[in-house]
């Protein structure tokens, strides 16, 4: 396993990662309240961990990821009242249009996407250990966590309890407290809501109880990685520190790693702004899911992104450019002769040192990028002057794949397909018995589906239009 060092969000420190269980990565990240179609910046967070996910995989480790789906909670109940539907069937529509998304964007599934309305029997057994452990009270069929209970509160957030004010889904939990920070471990229900029968009454979990119960149950009570938006650190992901060691009296999770907000042109996202963007409004502009990939990959997690058209645009530019490498290597190897055994070049391999050492550094995909480019520009330069073997160009194409294993922009090794290849010299043989009509005709035909060709003196050579 090649060394890495994350931004634990749980002491504001770069620290050398360190899995409990040698090689194998258990990994949490907060998926979407499904209640409505995620937008661009939640997106952007999700894409990030999955870049996180390759290149624990390219280091070398084993990687089980768990996302939960939150499919009860005040939104999704509110939803599916004003829709006139079932909680399951309301909630149903709006996780299938997030996995579409993520489709969309290449993003690699993870092992577990639990849903919080299939594991209320354990929910309800994590309040009982709470409950045990000297940390709930009840209010009226409702049981509170009692932060005063639980001393290391605020140690991920560093807020300050006299100072705090609620976040906006503390604020949301309608029922009587001791205290006002304290949050809900179960809620009593409301006439016409969800409910499930517990040893305190009919009713329903607290959003927070949700992510401790199902990661302690598929991940174990302690685990490597938990991640978000920073909006998650508090109170979410704060109470589900307090909540998961309060039950078990064990460390919770060593590394916490937390994505910044994107923006629009410098500014918040909203509606009432029109510059509130889901998938479909970006790629009904520009249809192209690798642009939108490189965009989000060009800022490092912990920077604010700023999304503008012009950026897009640039982005779709710089993919084009590592397709044409691409292509332009696989020409090259199988036009060059071998050269003399021994005279390989450096620079073939060059890519891979560069790349992750940049990626080992907090996973800084803008560092990694420009060692990418650097690299393509060199390697460009090498077979213009003819410097390559075709043994080098194989080696360099692999190195430029093994790094596109992280990034997800290019096209599959294989995507030109056999049928592409054929045409390409049905067409050659076209021309040489000077059948431009046929040449024109293939030619036009590939055009459609997307494949420009370039006649150049060293043969013909295509690329993605």
Known sequence: MRALTLHNTLGRELQSFETLEPGHVRMYTCGPTIYNRVHIGNLRTFLWEDVMRRVLQRFGYRVTQVMNLTDVDDKTIRGALEAGLALREFTEKHAATFFEDLDRLGVERAEHYPRATDHVPEMIALIERLRARGHTYESDGSVWFRIASFPGYGKLSGVDLSQARQGSRVAEDEYGKDDPKDFALWKAAKPGEPSWESPYSTGRPGWHLECSAMSMKLLGESFDIHTGAVDNIFPHH??????????????????????????????????????????????????????????????????KLNFTWDALDAAAAAVQRLRNAA???????????????????????????????????????????????????????????????????????????????????????????????????????????????????????????????????????????
């Open 238 to 303: 704060e109470n589900e520190i307090a909540q998961s060691e309060g039950a078990t009296g064990k460390p919770f999770v060593r590394y916490w790693l937390h994505a910044e907000h994107l923006i629009v042109d410098g500014e918040k996202m909203s509606k009432s702004k029109g510059n509130f963007f889901l998938l479909p409004d970006v790629l009904a502009r520009r249809d192209d899911p690798a642009a939108i990939r490189y965009l989000f990959l060009s800022v490092p997690y912990r920077q």
């Open 327 to 465: 292509a332009n290597l696989a020409d090259y190897a199988r036009k060059r002769e071998e050269g003399p055994a021994g005279t390989a070049h450096p620079l073939a391999s060059r890519l891979e040192g560069d790349f992750d050492s940049a990626l080992s550094d907090d996973l800084n995909t803008a560092r990694a990028l420009g060692a990418l480019f650097d690299w393509v520009r060199d390697v460009n330069l090498a077979m213009e002057r003819g410097e390559l073997s075709a043994g080098d160009a194989r080696v360099a194409l692999a190195a430029l794949r093994g790094a596109d294993r992280v990034l997800g922009v290019l096209p599959p090794a294989e995507a030109i397909g056999a049928e592409i290849e054929a045409l390409i010299q049905e067409r050659l043989e076209a021309r040489r018995r000077k059948d431009f009509a046929r040449s024109d005709a293939i030619r036009a035909d590939l055009l459609a589906r997307g494949i420009v060709l370039e006649d150049t003196p060293a043969g013909t050579r295509w690329k993605k239009a």
